[in-house]
């Protein structure tokens, strides 16, 4: 069974996933999208930081969507790991073993047909653009080692826009919304659903 977490950057879904992974503890992959931006070796790191990480083309989601049949084959992967300090893959790979449920979260992953044809359930997280901001920023500063001015003028000039164009339109194909980001009676709920649709499958 696959769970598609998707919303906008800094709405909570990372939150949203950690719930569902405490519930079910080893019976669970998780895959954020984010593993898969494409490697730039080729690129400067002056020129890395200039790519819109925020467009589609910037991840190679064909190879999440093999990831993805392989691991519900009952086969193990290599996935890729990134480095955000240097916005590049990292060399080693990580294995990955086959579970019953596999949790994939990022902002695009509805917006890719081929990997919503590939979801059992998708949610959405809904949280308002001024928390998003602030929740970013202090990601990006505390954890990513990035600038305010840089986190604010990234914000500017790709994230709202692509979040406008690709993040907020995908939302129609959410099966579930999940209002002000972490809502704890929702994401409850959420937990129950996926534990009967498991007992069933």
């Excluded at 059992?120 to 653009?129: G, M, N, P, Q, Y």
């Excluded at 709202?160 to 164009?165: A, Q, S």
């Amino acid at each position: 069974m696959i769970i598609g977490i998707c919303g906008g950057t800094g709405s909570g879904k990372t939150t949203v996933s950690e719930k569902i992974l405490e519930s079910l503890e080893d019976r669970v992959v998780y895959l954020q999208h984010d593993y898969y931006y494409r490697d730039l070796t080729h690129l400067s790191l002056d020129d890395r930081r200039k790519v819109n990480y925020d467009h589609p083309d910037s991840l190679e989601s064909t190879l999440l969507e093999e990831h993805l049949r392989e691991l519900k084959a009952g086969r193990a992967i290599d996935r890729p790991d990134y480095d955000f300090t240097l916005h590049n893959r990292r060399p080693e790979k990580i294995k990955v073993a086959p579970k019953p449920l596999i949790v994939v979260e990022g902002i695009l992953i509805f917006e890719s047909a081929e990997l919503r044809a590939l979801m059992d359930l998708k949610v959405f997280v809904d949280t308002d653009a001024d928390l998003r901001l602030l929740r970013r920023m202090r990601r990006d500063i505390v954890e990513r080692g990035r600038t305010p001015h840089s986190v604010m003028d990234q914000y500017l000039a790709t994230v709202r826009p692509m979040h406008l164009e690709f993040v907020e339109p995908s939302k129609r194909y959410a099966d579930i919304i999940i209002p002000e980001g972490y809502n704890p009676v929702s994401v409850e709920m959420l937990v129950k659903a996926v534990w009967s649709m498991m007992l069933k499958e």
